[in-house]
Structure formats: C-alpha cells, structure tokens
Antibody
Framework: EVQLVESGGGLIKAGGSLRLSCAAS????????MNWVRQAPGKGLEWVSF????????YYADSVQGRFTISRDNDKHSLYLQMDSLRVEDTAVYYC????????????WGQGTVVTVSS | EIVLTQSPGTLSLSPGERATLSCRAS???????LAWYQQKPGQAPRLLIY???SRATGIPDRFSGSGSGTDFTLTISRLEPEDFAVYYC??????????FGQGTKLEIK
C-alpha cells in the first residue's frame, strides 16, 4: 500500500524549533518530487515547500523562507521539515504530499501532524 | 504568485442535483496544471481532477473538470450523500510557488 506517515508535531513556544518527518512506503520514494502543505485550524490549504527527487530543486513559500528547511533521505525513504523561529501563525496541520508522475497533481497525502505554537 | 479565487464560498444543494464549482486564476495557469481536491472533516485532501480535466484513479465519472487559461470548473453531475465536503482548486504550473483556492463548501440543503 502506498503510504505517507508524518510525525514530529507537538506543542512548542514561539521562537522554538521542531523537526517533522514523513516516512514513505509502498513506492519508489527516490523517484518522486515531494512537498509539505499545511492547514491552519478552520482555514484552507497552504503550500509550504517543494523538493525534487534528487534534491536538486528546493522552493519555499515566502511565509516560511529563511525559517524552514526541507530535506530528504532517499535511502531512508523519508522527507523532513526543519522548522525554526516558529511563530503563532505557523500553527497548523502539516501534510507530507507526493507529486504524481508527469505532474498529474498531488496524488498521495499523509494523515498530517499537528503543530501548535503558543505565545 | 497566481491567486486562485473560488466561487461560491458555500453551495447548498440536495442529493441528486448537479453542482458547479468555479475557480478563477489571476493569471493564466501554464499547461493547465490545475487540480481539484475534496476534503472531508478530519481527513486529508483527496485528488479528484488533474490537468484541469483528467480524473484521478478511482474517482467516479460523476466528477468532471473543465477549463483552461484562467477559468476552471468542477462539475458533479448528480450529487451523492458522500459528496458533501469542501473542494479546493490548486495550481501547480511550471515551478513553485504553488497556490490553492480558498475552498468551496458543498453542504446539504
């Protein structure tokens, strides 16, 4: 079964750091582009970051540029998001998301991990 | 950055009716890299439509997408009870930043 499982969320004070992980299974992780997408409580979806299969291309939303770092370990079939200098407005469910072949949309989503940043 | 505006914000319909959801982009979406997702409470989004008009694997044929350039539409031909949810459009053209619409809530009338 194709699956993405996030972990690492929790309650953290503003200014702190968290590292999210996403474990992939059921597909050849190293050949897929991956993203992080978040959703604040009661709000819509917000794209956060992109990493190509070989890590040659990395992009961030302006809202997290300079504070978040995306990475991947293809040998461990894992995606990561290092989040530093966290702000209250970073509070959200964070989803690990696979980009389908030929850029046919974001086809596989994890169940999400909750990050709560308190003041 | 391409801004996506969805309308209406809320759509109230009955099972068996036809639903038409709109997504308008602030500039042309390259290669029609426009997708639609369905999200139910407490669940992750599910891909319905990619490349503006292609159904994802396992999606019933009552769901269809159309449009190009800046105007896109998701149509649900005959609503089933399980279709009541929030729907998002999403542009993923060329390279990031990617953007999502603010969502349309489809509720039971």
């Amino acid at each position: 079964e194709v699956q993405l499982v996030e972990s690492g969320g929790g309650l953290i004070k503003a200014g702190g750091s968290l590292r999210l992980s996403c474990a992939a299974s059921g597909f050849t992780f190293s050949t897929y582009t991956m993203n992080w997408v978040r959703q604040a409580p009661g709000k819509g979806l917000e794209w956060v970051s992109f990493i190509s299969s070989s890590t040659g291309y990395i992009y961030y939303a302006d809202s997290v540029q300079g504070r978040f770092t995306i990475s991947r370990d293809n040998d461990k079939h894992s995606l990561y998001l290092q989040m530093d200098s966290l702000r209250v407005e970073d509070t959200a469910v964070y989803y690990c998301v696979r980009v389908a072949r030929n850029f046919y949309g974001f086809d596989i989503w994890g169940q999400g991990t909750v990050v709560t940043v308190s003041s | 950055e391409i801004v996506l505006t969805q309308s209406p914000g809320t759509l109230s319909l009955s099972p068996g009716e036809r639903a038409t959801l709109s997504c308008r982009a602030s500039q042309s979406v390259s290669n029609s890299f426009l997708a639609w997702y369905q999200q139910k409470p407490g669940q992750a989004p599910r891909l319905l439509i990619y490349s503006a008009s292609s159904r994802a694997t396992g999606i019933p044929d009552r769901f269809s997408g159309s449009g190009s350039g800046t105007d896109f539409t998701l149509t649900i031909s005959r609503l089933e009870p399980e279709d009541f949810a929030v729907y998002y459009c999403h542009q993923y053209g060329d390279s990031p930043p990617y953007t999502f619409g603010q969502g349309t809530k489809l509720e039971i009338k």
